[in-house]
């Protein structure tokens, strides 16, 4: 055989620089005083990709059967001083509203819906951000206007209930 | 389509963009591409797909601008979008130069990304941008001449249905049509820039 780098040999090489590379999304400083509760910051969401373009000559039918779109909402969550769990967001905005991730196994993305909710370490910083843990708006029920606002309701285990408010960036940010 | 050499060049390359920036502090000659480069470039793979105003396009249709290529799917909420906001601020930042660059997206789900979705979703980024798609074996051939993975993965509780996992690289093809880098997620709009850049003035002189 001519070629004696197999692919196989090139994925374990990837998979050995990835794992040395170590993960992306570990907590970070710490914030807040030990008594503090847990609080939230930076909410925001990337606005909805769906120009609508009358140059197109689209049959509404077509425009009838059209998903609707998805988009995505990050956060820091700046843990408290004890450690506690996001395990469920809402948003009247979206038909469903599921909190998910971004594994990069060899080289290929895998997005995932989070089983059991996200830990939220004590005295540190969890950063929902892209390429990582976010809060997935399936189904949008409304174009995310860039500059607008909308809330989105979190439950934490301990924490209970939390509002926030997600600004809506543009795609181009 | 590639032979194996390509394809073997294809993942070296590959190997480097996530080491390049996966890892790097990096006191690196500073290349003049940031990506993972083949070098000696090789003719990107020629294909023929649908755009999404239902026409016709062959990639080599391109020639003479340096082209984008990313593969990936609408329903993506995170991965996909960042990335092709950064190629489109990329381009946005590039001013009149970016007459000279083409961003092309392949759908990998061509189940549910219809021409419609995918003219609204590409055009929201950057009005030029060209969406593609075809038959899942259309897809699947030029995927594969890519070295590009990707694989329907059920969501049992989720109300997407199922993600696509896929490798998340640009190819960075340049104006004669070669492919010159693989950059890896996460490669800033600014760097996207600058390679952009190098390579479009680099073809004035050939």
């Known amino acids: ?173 | 389509m590639l032979g194996q050499n390509q394809s073997v060049m294809i993942a070296l390359a590959l190997v480097c963009a996530l080491a390049s920036v996966g890892c790097g502090p990096g006191d690196r000659a500073t290349p003049m591409l940031r990506g993972g480069r083949l070098d000696p470039p090789t003719l990107a793979a020629d294909f023929t797909l649908t755009d999404h105003n239902g026409k016709p396009f062959t990639l080599s249709s391109t020639r003479g601008k340096v082209t984008l290529l990313y593969f990936g799917y609408t329903s993506c909420p995170d991965v996909c979008p960042l990335t092709l906001a950064d190629m489109a601020g990329a381009l946005q930042d590039l001013g009149a130069d970016a007459q000279a660059a083409q961003i092309v997206f392949i759908t990998l789900d061509p189940e549910r990304d219809s021409r419609q979705t995918l003219q609204k979703y590409v055009t929201a980024f950057d009005a030029t941008n060209i969406g593609l798609h075809g038959t899942s074996n259309e897809i699947k051939q030029v995927a594969d001449a890519y070295g590009v993975k990707y694989k329907k993965t059920p969501l049992a509780n989720s109300a997407l249905g199922y993600a696509v996992d896929h490798s998340a690289f640009i190819y960075v093809i340049d104006r004669r049509g070669q492919l010159r880098e693989l950059l890896p997620f996460g490669t800033s709009r600014q760097s996207i820039a600058s390679d952009l850049k190098f390579l479009i003035n680099e073809g004035d002189s050939s």
């Open chain 1, 1 to 173: 055989m001519k070629y004696t780098l197999t692919f196989s040999a090139i994925v374990a090489a990837v998979t050995i620089l990835a794992s040395a590379c170590g993960g992306a999304i570990a907590p970070t400083l710490p914030t807040n005083p030990p008594t503090q509760g847990l609080t939230i910051s930076d909410v925001w969401a990337r606005a909805s990709a769906a120009k609508p373009d009358s140059s197109m000559n689209m049959p509404a039918s077509d425009g009838m059967n059209m998903p609707k779109p998805n988009s995505a909402v990050y956060m820091k969550i700046n843990g408290g001083g004890v450690a506690d769990k996001l395990v469920q967001a809402e948003s009247a905005v979206a038909a469903a509203v599921e909190l998910h991730t971004v594994e990069m196994k060899d080289g290929v993305m895998q997005m995932r819906q989070v089983e059991g909710g996200i830990d939220v370490p004590a005295h540190a910083t969890l950063e929902l951000k892209p390429g990582g843990f976010h809060v997935m708006l399936i189904g949008l029920e409304q174009e995310l206007k860039p500059g607008e606002t909308f809330k989105v309701k979190l439950t934490f285990e301990k924490a209970g209930v939390k509002e926030v408010v997600a600004e809506i960036r543009s795609l181009q940010q």
